[in-house]
DNA sequence: GCTTGATCTAGAGTCGACTCTAACTCCTAG
DNA sequence: CTAGGAGTTAGAGTCGACTCTAGATCAAGC
């Protein structure tokens, strides 16, 4: 089974654009099969991998990064240190976002406090 | 006691030239004091304050949205309620993020499972 | 007085990540 | 057989957030 640029938009919430766009940047593991006239088949396993992107970049990974370790992956076994490698740093990298964004919350729930009255204003 | 912009920078970790144009885009709760000469003079409550820009900066709070909080902060009393509005949407907002990124946590983990030979392959 | 390094302004440039346009093709329903 | 909607490409445009440049001024030490 296998699915339109339109199908997959909607499932990822990706646009057909951004779709196109991280294809020309060679964010997909394999190259996107077409049907007879050009149309792009897409299929489940592209949109898991899509999705395995999609947390990527919104854990903040670049593009150049994403596609560097796709292409690791693409090259197939022999390699896995490396894609190791650039997922524990990324790890480290999320793990300071956490601890960042957790500093933030407790900026905002004090002023928030302060500001329902529950502390005193300083 | 007051700071030069580059002292400031130094605190802050903000560049001397985002220092000047946070201030042109109207971060900055009181205007910041000249000495004769037209340098820039810093307090430590617009340290302080930077301090507060810069976490909501570094947790996605747009310079457009800092500004309008900013605004209400300038006019002084009388309008709470907004800015307590104002802050629990970005907690929420906040929150949000920190479940994004957990989630994006688990499937490094996962994949780090794998490559480790602690997990099968799927 | 002179040099050096920090600062000033206005405005231009960069960068990452999309986002859209134009001009065309293809498929399906009526 | 034709109208409309979805798809194609190459390339241009946008947006947010800086980041830098040019050319001038200022302050401190020699």
Same mark, same amino acid.
């Given at each position: ?8 938009? *909607?499932? $990822?919430? #990706? ?12 964010? +997909?593991?394999?190259?996107? @099969? ?33 596609? *560097?370790? $796709?292409? #690791? ?12 490698? +650039?997922?524990?740093?990324? @790890? ?31």
């Amino acid at each position: 089974m296998t699915l339109s640029i339109g199908q997959v938009a *909607e499932r $990822t919430g #990706l646009s057909v654009h951004t779709l196109r766009f991280y294809e020309r940047e060679g964010l +997909l593991a394999n190259p996107v @099969r077409r049907a007879a006239g050009g149309r792009r088949l897409y299929t489940e396993d592209d949109v898991g991998w899509l999705g395995v992107c999609i947390r990527l970049r919104s854990s903040g990974m670049p593009l150049p990064v994403i596609r *560097e370790y $796709t292409e #690791l992956v693409r090259q197939g076994p022999g390699n896995e240190k490396e894609r190791l490698d +650039l997922l524990k740093r990324h @790890r480290e990298h999320v793990l300071e976002q956490l601890a960042e964004l957790n500093a933030c919350l407790e900026v905002i729930e004090h002023k928030v406090g302060i500001y329902e009255g529950r502390l005193p204003d300083c």
